[in-house]
């Protein structure tokens, strides 16, 4: 691996790591350097290596087995169109995360039970509390509710796909506190 020099650290973590996955460096069920050993080829910080796992994780690459290590799942490519995402405008990236909000809305009332009902009205309330004083308190609120109804559609993909649209407004609000 080469090591890396550029600012967004992470991405470049991800990259290196994908293309050695996608170039056979490691065969589906092999396992990977351990995380100091990662850091070092890098040439970055563990919380580094994390990070960039986090990510190949989400999209399919490999997986995490506690107290064994982190393993090859995949070598094909199947992340390009999320990773294709991530270059796109906010404005598109805001507008694919609304739309799977209304088909999951859709679905969850589908499948609602009282339990789902009562756990949403409850998350609604409380977002409904904002004074204005604290805003990232109600982005907090506002982020649980939409999960919630996410995950009460029951659709994996999804889900998955939310939580990789989450990923990337968490990051976008990172580089904005800089």
Request: charged fraction near 30%; include cysteine.
């Amino acid at each position: 691996m080469r090591a890396l020099s550029k600012t967004n650290l992470a991405d470049e973590a991800i990259e290196a790591i994908r293309s050695d996955i996608l170039g056979k460096r490691w065969a589906v069920g092999e396992k990977l350097p351990n995380e100091a050993s990662l850091s070092a080829m890098l040439s970055v910080s563990r919380g580094t290596v994390r990070e960039a796992v986090r990510v190949l994780v989400s999209q399919g690459y490999l997986e995490t087995r506690q107290g064994s290590g982190t393993y090859v799942r995949s070598t094909s490519d199947a992340g390009r169109p999320l990773t294709m995402a991530r270059r796109a405008s906010l404005r598109d990236q805001f507008e694919a995360r609304l739309a799977l909000d209304v088909e999951a809305a859709r679905l969850t009332a589908i499948r609602k039970t009282p339990e789902t009902v009562a756990g949403l009205r409850r998350l609604l309330a409380e977002r409904s509390n904002y004074d204005g004083g604290n805003q990232a308190a109600f982005i907090e609120r506002d982020l649980a509710f939409h999960k919630a109804v996410i995950a009460a559609s029951g659709n994996q993909a999804m889900i998955e796909i939310y939580n990789f649209f989450l990923d990337l407004d968490r990051r976008h609000h990172r580089c904005d506190a800089r």
